[in-house]
């Protein structure tokens, strides 16, 4: 009578807890129990590692098999577990040793020839391995991404045969070294919008102080032309935010190209998409698309179309940068720290204030499609502009705008003395810490109440408009925040929706 004791990881949110995997062969008559799994996934898991084990010539033990995954109240998706339980199987039988069992850790889930199959959450699992100082045993199709984890050891294998020769000692498995992945410039460039100043203006004021920016314009100005533009001028990421972004992504099968590692995502889902997989959902929970933009940006075209149940939980991760998800008594939180550019048309046709003058919609129409948006979420958008329709003669007289790479650098030394003044970007100042940040005059602070109660600001937005002039103070280069910044900064509240 033997016991086998593996490691594992389980995933819960962003975390990824120990799962013990405790394999015991006794006498008695044959049987095979998996304890710690939810049933239903119990016997898919016993049919494949059994399967396995058979195609692999091991010999599944005689007598009554019992494999016991730890805690037992854990989140756990049983695919995983297949290595880890057959290599306890083996160990308890003594088909292959355990001395070095104690410092690995397996997951991967079994195909029916033993050959290793990928699975989700790699990264997130190999910094817990290497936290508690263990090697990890992946499947190959996994490792690229295992392997982002400063220093963890990621031994990357593609069948339970390669595990087994590793554990005897006959050909062990060499640390996974990424090799240099391609880099990809896939955003496009700026300088492929013509005219549009003013959206241009304030797409770099979003980049520069991480801001949310709502444009309102006519299809086929390039709104979406300049959203997918702004990870291209956005400042790199810091090392901590490329890991935990890839963490995030790595969590939804086939989210993470290991190859993009360190470009910030930009997501688009369509209108159509439910709450679910819009903030995260399904059982167990994985994350949705305003994490998958986790430091990245969250691109909603035709924002009103959006279900108004749908936008309204946007509110909550907008302020906090996390959501909470609940699911059949599982709990599971991700963050979603994005960046928010939404586009809609000024009209239900579209073609409000277009050249052509074909928009013949009613004010109490364009009134009520613009209130599909609630105020409080308008209120969370630090900039609306508007992006109008050139006629074909304008159009073809503007100049194309500048490159990304000349805007990118400017944002870059406007987002450095942010952090280094107050160590987060100006978006993400509260109350008490934007007031310091401005050391603006008092004329200043009375041309903003001034414009407040003409345009019945909320709180909320007088402190949006103080952070906007903030940014566009330290793309001046300006130490305080003059009545300059601020007047440029009420005129991107002008366009909102009333
Ligand atoms: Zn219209």
């Known amino acids: 009578m033997r016991v086998a004791t593996v490691f594992s990881r389980g995933l819960s949110g962003l975390e990824a807890p120990l799962v013990r995997v405790e394999a015991h062969v006794g006498g008695g008559l044959p049987q095979f129990r998996i304890v710690g799994l939810p049933d239903t996934e119990v016997k898919e898991a016993r049919d494949r590692v059994r399967a396995a084990l058979d195609t692999s010539r091991f010999r599944f033990p005689d007598g009554r098999v019992t494999v016991n995954l730890a805690p037992a109240d854990l989140p756990k998706e049983s695919g995983r577990f297949d290595l880890p339980i057959a290599i306890g199987i083996l160990a308890a039988s003594q088909q292959v040793p355990d001395r070095e069992l104690a410092t690995l850790e397996f997951a991967g889930e079994l195909g029916l020839a033993g050959e290793l199959r990928p699975i989700r959450g790699a990264l997130a699992m190999t910094f817990g391995a290497h936290r508690d100082g263990r090697a990890f045993v992946i499947p190959d199709a996994a490792a690229a991404e295992a392997s982002l984890a400063p220093g963890a050891r990621v031994l990357a294998a593609r069948s339970l045969l390669d595990v087994c020769a590793h554990l005897s000692g006959a050909a062990p498995l060499s640390p996974y070294r990424c090799t240099a992945l391609p880099r990809r410039q896939s955003h496009g460039d700026l300088s492929d919008v013509r005219g549009q100043h003013q959206a241009r203006r304030a797409l ?73 997989a819009l903030v995260g959902g399904s059982s167990p929970p994985r994350p949705g698309e305003i994490s998958l ?31 909470c998800i609940s699911r059949a008594a599982r709990q599971a939180e991700f963050p979603a720290r994005f960046q928010l550019v939404a586009a809609m048309n000024p009209c239900p046709c579209g073609y409000l204030g277009h050249f052509s003058g074909k928009c013949k919609c009613t004010p109490d129409n364009v009134q009520r499609y613009r209130r599909r948006i609630s105020g409080p979420l308008l209120d969370r958008i630090d900039l609306h502009v508007e992006v109008p329709a050139l006629p074909p003669s304008q159009l073809k007289r503007a100049a194309r705008g500048e490159r990304s790479e000349l805007v990118a650098e400017r944002v870059k030394i406007a987002r450095a003395k942010q952090l280094a003044r107050q160590a987060v970007a100006n978006a993400r100042l509260d109350a008490t810490q934007c007031e310091a940040a401005c050391a603006a005059d008092d004329s200043v602070y009375e041309l903003l109440v001034q414009a407040a109660s003409q345009l019945s600001f909320s709180a909320r937005a007088y402190f949006r408009v103080l952070r906007v002039a903030r940014t566009i103070a330290d793309l001046a280069g300006c130490e305080r925040v003059l009545e300059g910044h601020v007047a440029e900064a009420l005129g991107y509240r002008g366009a909102a929706p009333t």
């Open 204 to 276: 770099e004021i979003a980049a520069a102080g991480g801001h949310s920016l709502l444009m309102i314009g006519p299809p086929g100005t390039g709104k979406t032309m300049l959203a997918s533009r702004l990870a291209s001028i956005l400042p790199p990421m810091t090392s901590d935010e490329a890991l935990e972004a890839a963490a995030v992504q790595s969590l939804a099968s086939g989210a993470f190209d290991p190859s993009r590692f360190g470009e910030r995502a930009v997501r688009s889902p369509h209108h159509t998409a439910s709450g679910a």
């Open 293 to 323: 933009a986790h430091h990245g940006v969250l691109f909603l075209d035709e924002f009103p179309e959006f279900s108004h149940r749908v936008l309204e939980v946007l509110r909550e991760p907008l302020e906090s940068g996390r959501i």
